[in-house]
């Protein structure tokens, strides 16, 4: 198991509580770096919950969440603040229900993304703004890297274009994009492939394997579609009610009685004729 090796992401008996319900219970589990991780499970499970805490939307009741940079550099998530989180751990995430800036463009949507380093570069003055010699330099650097990932994106030539103007399959690959350039290395994605058609979907799976291959960038994923989850995961883990139920390749968690269960609804007893049933 080779994300107990280089995990960039180390999550240590992650619990969240709201009020009686344990909606993440006691969780543990490692990412490896340069791995897409999914992170399955039934609807309610506590996915959304777990990016959540990774992000700093949530402070956990209990757990640590280590995040460690190639460098050596290492961060406890659960004890930074959610701006610090992005900036300084590198860590950037796109949302169940799209969160474009719909009335600005699409490159402004892609620029938006790199205020922080435009406003180092200006020194955090107007006067910056105005006429340093590094705000023009980071501006083309942030024109530029804005151009790469439209391309990459196939959305070049809808640049000027509001982003609400986007078709839906569009708008959830700006959103990609968007947090592509802010240069995670950690990229968590929550039901990326959710409402796009089959074409739509195959073309995410390329773009995330893309993104794994050729930025250093591990990504971490919640999918409900399993032909996404299946094709370009590297490790699964499965969770129901909050608890952690398997964690594997996509080929042994597709086999385990919990998780067919679990996805099917059935007692574990009743596990082997629901196979027999499905094929499996
Ligand atoms: N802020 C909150 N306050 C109270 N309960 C919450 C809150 N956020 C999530 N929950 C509850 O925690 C449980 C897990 O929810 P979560 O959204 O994490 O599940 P999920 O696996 O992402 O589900 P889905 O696949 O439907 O998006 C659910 O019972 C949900 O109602």
Redesign the pocket.
Known sequence: MRWLDDPILDMQHLTMR?GG?V?VNDLSFKAARGDITALI?P???????VFNCITGFYKPTEGMLSLRHVDGASFLLERLPGHSIAWKAKVARTF?NIRLFSGMTVLENLLVAQHNPLMIASGFTFLGVLGLPSYTKAERAAMDKAKYWLDKTGLLARADDPAGDLPYGAQRRLEIARAMCTEPVLLCLDEPAAGLNPRESHELNELLLSVRKDHATSILL?EHDMSVVMEISDHVVVLDYGTKIADGTPAEVKHDQKVIAAYLGVDDRDVEKVEAEVGV
């Open positions: 709201f319900l909606a499970g609807n309610g499970a506590g996915k959304t919950t169940q919640i």
